[in-house]
């Protein structure tokens, strides 16, 4: 059964800091790991979709890396802005046989400071 | 595309009482996807369908529990009867699911449900 898991629970940054979250995952034979964000109260909003056979992908100051083969993808965020504030997830799709399913990390919760 | 659209956006009702959550998924998307979310359990898949039929449902918590789609763009998860314990956040998203397509997933608002 895959797992995911995601350190840290809680990340708290001043302002202007480029920080990294990180997703790991116990069972390597995924099709994408895909990264949301979640404002309290809200539903999750897509950030980066990263292929199996990709390195990375960027979106404006959001850089996503994958290492398939070590189970562990990281969330770069470039001189970070109180308006990143949020829950960020990521989920990854099985290869195979495991048909379409997502299964989540437990999230990390980010606070950028003033 | 509005996005995938759900209904209501809050719940509250009393034990043992009926309740159904609507979901419209994105136009064109041949999977949907019903999720849950709680603070102790964090999203967990409760149940998925590939062009209108159910794929996978073991994440069902109990027969008290069942979800439809009876179109390619509306699906209902009812829970009958309702206890305190199914207060949660429920989430449909939807998807392509042709590995030759982009699968990216999109998500609803959510249905924030309340039993009390």
């Known amino acids: 059964k895959q797992e995911v898991t995601q350190i840290p629970a809680a990340l708290s940054v001043p302002e202007g800091e480029n920080l990294v979250l990180n997703c790991s995952f116990t069972?390597?034979?995924?099709?994408?790991l895909q990264w949301f964000r979640q404002d309290p109260g809200k539903g999750l909003t897509s950030l980066l979709l990263i292929q199996s056979s990709q390195r990375e992908q960027t979106s404006g100051r959001l850089n996503a890396s994958l290492d398939k083969s070590s189970g562990r993808s990281t969330l770069y965020i470039a001189a970070s802005q109180p308006g990143d504030s949020a829950t960020y997830l990521c989920a990854v799709r099985p290869d195979g046989g495991g048909g379409n399913k997502l299964t989540f990390g437990t999230g990390t919760q980010l606070k950028v400071e003033l | 595309d509005a996005g995938v659209i759900q209904s209501p956006r809050h719940e509250v009702t009393e034990m043992g009482q009926e309740v159904t959550l609507r979901c419209k998924p994105i136009?064109?998307?041949?999977?949907l996807f019903w999720y849950r979310q709680t603070m102790m359990r964090g999203l967990e898949l409760l149940i998925y369908f590939n062009n209108n039929v159910p794929i996978d449902d073991s994440g069902m918590p109990e027969d008290r529990f069942s979800a439809k789609m009876p179109n390619a763009s509306f699906s209902t998860l009812k829970i009958q009867p309702s206890e305190p314990r199914d207060s949660a956040v429920y989430f449909c998203?939807?998807?392509?699911?042709?590995?030759?397509?982009?699968?990216?997933?999109?998500f609803g608002q959510g249905t924030r449900l309340t039993v009390v």
């Open positions: 069972d390597s034979a995924i099709y994408n």
């Open positions: 136009s064109g998307h041949d999977y």
């Open positions: 998203a939807s998807s392509f699911g042709d590995r030759g397509m982009n699968t990216e997933a999109f």
